[in-house]
């Protein structure tokens, strides 16, 4: 591995700087063509793109045997992706909104056939095994995608076409009692291909309180209309169910009690989630090299869970139970939950691309339609007090099936965008993209308002619409067919949520003031970087090194600091607001190299160098003491490193196939410490894994194939965080430290295996 290590070193720096031919000393300009795409891949091509691209092949992704999306990533630079319990999985491009992790958007755009979906607290809901690509573009990407694409976009395409056609039986069985069943049949018939598919899914997990499951259905359907175009219905039915539990406060704990067996309880828990996603894609071919996509779609997501541990449990009358106020507590209790909430989203649309090949000249132009809908309803689960009233404190009693939230928000998108690539040269090609949204948000409670409430500025209606702009514009220089310089600065945005625009008022308590002339947040992109295809050695290499910059503005910060509230803040006296006053820059370099994984011997590099730095965050109130009991403590992080950032990351991978139909894998993971919270005071030392996998393959008469795999995860069994967060005196003893921290711990060495049949 150190031999391969330093050859793949020294082909970098030899890509670089070797001299080439220049392309245009080849002669006729060839005819350009737009790969750009909201909708289809299959126009899929890193040649002229002036942006950072990885793809990752569906076989790919079958062949990785990984039980979430992160495995299948780890190989990408510039992508970190956090595992929150089970398979909750946030993925997150050079380091942007690595410092939220109270169910945030995550700054990327989530793309499933087409269609960026705002699936609840930007974790990714996806079936594995129905993968056909994945495409990564890093930088602003709201140019094609819209709102969220602050640093990028992940573009998941569903398995379709005439290879799905036939059976497929798979099994696979696992560590913490996992196991996964899969039945696939498909046909390709004359003008019709299609298949369906069912997936089970189900772990105990390594944690307390960790289980979780997922039971898919879906498929794909496509009649060739004519030569020239085709129709395309998907599907996929989704049930999933997962407790969130794992964490423990303070790095005690988390030694002595890692699967959090007595840790506490987690804010949220017990989802149940139903994802329902059907669309319907029209393809058509048409003279001169020009060809129009048609795309709609809608998408439905209910999801159940408990919320709240927090208060003290009582009766009708308002009597503790258990006869103290301290037996009462929540917090004693694995299943006592203030609220459970129930909230319905509904995303529906339409989408329409244009595009036209030429000499010198290629266009694409789009429309997108789309409306969303998130209704929420929140009841009490137990009669209770927030607070312990033994001493006399006036505070009301809470009745078990009250309603706290009933609220509709919407957002209604109309865009247009477009796309011009431009070739005035053999050598250089020029791109230009811009995208403009109308995005109207709007917002109802259905809860009455008290004379006081109304007095405090809730409200129980809002509208807002932002009409934003968001632009790309990029170059290559070919110095041959195997070698470009690509460049390009882009930008990104995201509208303000309903609860930042209007504060406190979705629920009856809060003290967030409303603040309804929030602006969007924008991100401003920069990349430069080199792609080729060398050979060094015998050693066929595919290389891409990018240096870059996402500088971040009017970020959207609450004035009293993230999860925290300000001393002496009212809704009357405003002291605590979301307001554009936050700003965050991160600078960094990626590399990736990959070759000829058909070879005896093959290998591929990942490497991240990343600074990430807050250049604005200067109100930050810590709470201190037993639930903000002793004076909070006010801190200025401008300039501190961003939590979670590390400044190194490297995936190591080296395949060797000895014999047909065996391949055996060995991948390092790399990363260097980072800090595990804003105020830059915990540290967190870095952490190497190694993973082993070993593939058989087996065919016979070309119709029947053989597949069996075995998976060890974290071979040496390497101790370490998932995650790690603070921000807060989490042990209530006055003193801020890495006792305080809320860390769940990585589940250690797993293994997995499995067996497939196609026939």
């Known amino acids: 591995m150190k031999i391969r290590s330093k050859q793949i070193a020294a082909c970098v720096a030899w890509a670089l700087v070797a001299p080439q031919a220049s392309w245009a000393e080849i002669g006729a300009l060839p005819e350009v063509t737009v790969s750009s795409t909201t909708i289809d891949d299959r126009f899929d091509s890193k040649r002229g793109e002036p942006s950072n691209v990885n793809i990752i092949s569906g076989k790919s992704v079958d062949e990785q045997h990984g039980t979430n999306i992160v495995e299948v990533l780890e190989s990408i630079p510039g992508v970190t992706a956090e595992v929150q319990s089970g398979d909750s999985v946030k993925i997150m491009l050079r380091g942007v909104e690595a410092q939220r992790y109270m169910g945030e958007k995550p700054g990327v755009a989530i793309v499933i056939d087409g269609v960026p979906v705002q699936e609840r607290t930007g974790r990714v809901n996806i079936d594995l095994d129905n993968i056909e690509s994945i495409k990564v573009i890093k930088g602003g990407a709201s140019y094609l995608f819209g ?235 137990v009669n209770y007090t927030s607070r312990n009233t033994a001493v006399g404190v006036a505070n009301p009693l809470n009745l078990v099936g009250a309603i706290t939230e009933d609220s509709v928000s919407t957002s209604d998108t109309r865009a247009l965008y477009g796309e011009l690539k431009w070739q005035p040269s053999a050598p250089v090609t020029v791109t230009f993209n811009a995208r403009y949204d109308s995005i109207a948000s709007g917002f109802v409670s259905n809860i009455p308002l008290t004379a006081t409430q109304i007095s405090q500025g809730r409200v129980t209606t809002g509208d807002k619409t932002f009409n934003v702009w968001s632009e790309r514009i990029g170059m290559n220089y070919a110095f041959s067919e195997e070698r ?69 503005k009017d970020f959207i910060l609450n004035t009293g600091g993230q999860y925290q509230s300000t001393p002496g803040a009212t809704l009357t006296n405003a002291l605590e607001q979301y307001q554009n006053i936050g700003g965050v820059r991160n600078r960094g370099l990626e590399a990736g190299i990959k070759t000829d994984s058909r070879e005896a011997w093959s290998g591929d590099l990942a ?67 980072i800090y595990a919270d804003e105020v830059n005071i915990v540290w967190v030392g870095g952490r190497t894994t190694y993973n082993l996998m070993v ?12 597949s069996a795999f075995a998976r060890i995860d974290n071979l040496f069994d390497r101790y370490y965080y998932s995650t790690i967060r603070g921000g807060s005196d989490g042990d209530g003893n006055g003193v801020y430290n890495a006792e305080d921290m809320s860390i769940t711990v990585n589940p250690g060495r797993v293994w997995t295996v499995g067996a497939s049949l196609s026939f």
């Open 147 to 381: 709102e969220d694409a602050l640093s990028g976009a992940v573009i998941i395409t569903t398995k379709r076409g005439a290879k799905m056609a036939g059976v497929t039986v798979a099994a696979e069985k696992g560590s913490f009692d996992y196991y996964k069943g899969l039945l696939r049949a498909g046909f390709a018939e004359g003008k019709w291909v299609g298949h369906i598919q069912k997936t089970k899914m189900q772990s105990s997990g390594y944690h307390d309180q960790g289980d979780y499951g997922r039971d898919y259905w879906d498929g794909k359907l496509q009649y060739m209309l004519d030569e020239t175009s085709d129709l395309t219905f998907g599907f996929e039915h989704a049930k999933r169910n997962k407790d969130s539990h794992g964490t423990v406060t303070g790095v005690t704990n988390a030694w002595i009690d890692p699967r959090s067996v007595s840790g506490g309880k987690d804010y949220a828990r017990k989802y149940d989630v139903t994802l329902d996603k059907v669309n319907l894609s029209y393809a058509k071919d048409m003279d001169g090299g020009s060809n129009l996509l048609v795309n709609t779609y809608l998408f439905k997501d209910h999801t159940y869970g408990w919320q709240n541990p927090n208060g003290f449990l009582r009766d009708a009358a308002g009597n503790f139970l258990y006869g103290t106020a301290t037996a009462s507590d929540m917090k004693l209790f694995n299943d006592a939950y203030v609220s459970g909430r129930d909230t319905r989203q509904s995303q529906s649309g339409a989408k329409a691309e244009w595009r036209k090949g030429g000499e010198a000249v290629a266009l694409m132009g789009g429309l997108d339609l789309q409306r969303f809908e998130d209704v929420t309803l929140t009841r009490n689960l």
């Open 695 to 706: 593939n058989y393959e087996f065919k016979r008469d070309g119709k029947m194939k053989w």
């Open 607 to 673: 490497y991240t160098y990343l600074n990430a730095i807050f250049t604005r965050n200067d109100t930050y109130w810590m709470s201190m003491g037993v639930r903000g009991s002793l004076p909070s403590v006010l801190y200025n992080n401008t300039g501190n490193v961003v939590p979670r950032t590390p400044r190194h990351k490297l995936n190591l991978t080296s395949r060797y196939r000895p014999m047909d139909g065996w391949t055996f894998t060995g991948e390092m993971n790399a990363q260097s410490g």
């Open 484 to 552: 470009e310089l690509y460049t390009n600065l882009s930008t990104g945005f995201r509208v303000p949520t309903v609860s930042q625009l209007y504060g406190g008022t979705i629920t009856p308590t809060g003290t967030v003031a409303p603040n309804p002339n929030l602006q969007p947040e924008k991100s401003y992109n920069a990349e430069i970087g080199l792609r080729s295809k060398t050979e060094m050695m015998g050693i066929p290499l595919d290389t891409d090194v990018a240096i870059f910059q996402v500088d971040r």
